[in-house]
C-alpha cells in the first residue's frame, strides 16, 4: 500500500506533441500528489501539485488529473519543448511522508 | 531568496570511514526531509524533521545511520562506518507545511 507505480519508465516524443505520465497507488490516507522534474546534476523542483479534492489542475502547457476512486493521477505536458527533456517524479503524501514514484526520463526530440 | 543548500556536493571517502552531511534549509521551513537517491532510481526517504525532532526514522536503512537538526534550522545526516552500497547522491528538502517541499542540490557521495 506505500508505493506508487509510475509508467512509462521512458518516453521520447517529437518537439510539439504531448506527453502523458501516469501514476497509480493503493492506499487510501493520501491526499496530496506532487510533480517533480530532475534535471541532470540537480535536485528535483516541483512543476504542480493536487490536492485530493480536486479533479484537474492547470498551468500553462502542464495539467494534473487525479481519480481518487480509481487511486490514479496523470500528468500531460502539451506541445512538448527539449527543453522539458528530463526525468518526472509523481508522488503522494499522506500526514508528513512522501512516496515518489521511480520516475520517466522524457525525451523532447527537436 | 536562498534555497536550500548541501555540502559538500560532492564526497569521496574510503569504506568504513565515517562522513557527515549537511543541509540549511530555507529560513523559516520547519519541515525538513532526507532522501536517498541511487544512480538512475527514485527517492528513498530516510527520515522527516519537524523542527528538531524527527517523528519517524523508519526510513533509515540502517543503524550506521543517523541525523540530527540543531535549532529548528541545520540538520546533519551522519553515516558510520560508510560501505560502498552506500554510494549516492542525498537530497535533503524543506518545507513550511507537509506540502511542497523544496530540494537542494545533492550530495554525491561515492565510497571507495
Known amino acids: 500500500g506505500e508505493n506508487v507505480e509510475q509508467h512509462p519508465s521512458t518516453l521520447s516524443v517529437q518537439e510539439g506533441d504531448s506527453a502523458v505520465i501516469k501514476c497509480t497507488y493503493s492506499?487510501?490516507?493520501?491526499?496530496?500528489f506532487p510533480w517533480y522534474k530532475q534535471e541532470l546534476g540537480k535536485g528535483p523542483q516541483l512543476i504542480i501539485d493536487?490536492?485530493?479534492?480536486?479533479g484537474e489542475k492547470k498551468d500553462q502547457r502542464i495539467a494534473v488529473t487525479l481519480n481518487k476512486t480509481a487511486k490514479h493521477f496523470s500528468l500531460h505536458i502539451t506541445e512538448t519543448q527539449p527543453e522539458d527533456s528530463a526525468v518526472y517524479f509523481c508522488?503522494?503524501?499522506?500526514?508528513?511522508?512522501?512516496?515518489f514514484g521511480a520516475g520517466t526520463r522524457l525525451f523532447v526530440k527537436a | 531568496g536562498a534555497g536550500v543548500s548541501q555540502s559538500p556536493s560532492n564526497k569521496v571517502t574510503e569504506k568504513g570511514k565515517d562522513v557527515e552531511l549537511r543541509c540549511d534549509p530555507i529560513?523559516?521551513?520547519?519541515?525538513l526531509y532526507w532522501y536517498r537517491q541511487s544512480l538512475g532510481q527514485g527517492l528513498e526517504f530516510l527520515i522527516y524533521?519537524?523542527?528538531?525532532?524527527?517523528?519517524?526514522k523508519s526510513g533509515l536503512p540502517s543503524d550506521r545511520f543517523s541525523a540530527e537538526r540543531t535549532g529548528g534550522s541545520v540538520s546533519t545526516l551522519t553515516i558510520q562506518r560508510t560501505q560502498q552500497e552506500d554510494s549516492a547522491v542525498y537530497l535533503c528538502?524543506?518545507?513550511?507545511?507537509?506540502?511542497?517541499?523544496?530540494f537542494g542540490p545533492g550530495t554525491r557521495l561515492t565510497v571507495t
Open positions: 528538502a524543506s518545507s513550511i507545511s507537509n506540502y511542497e517541499q523544496y
Open positions: 492506499d487510501s490516507a493520501s491526499n496530496y
Open positions: 493536487i490536492r485530493s479534492n480536486v
Open positions: 508522488a503522494k503524501t499522506g500526514g508528513f511522508k512522501t512516496i
Open positions: 529560513s523559516g521551513h520547519t519541515a
Open positions: 524533521f519537524q523542527g528538531n525532532s524527527a517523528p519517524d
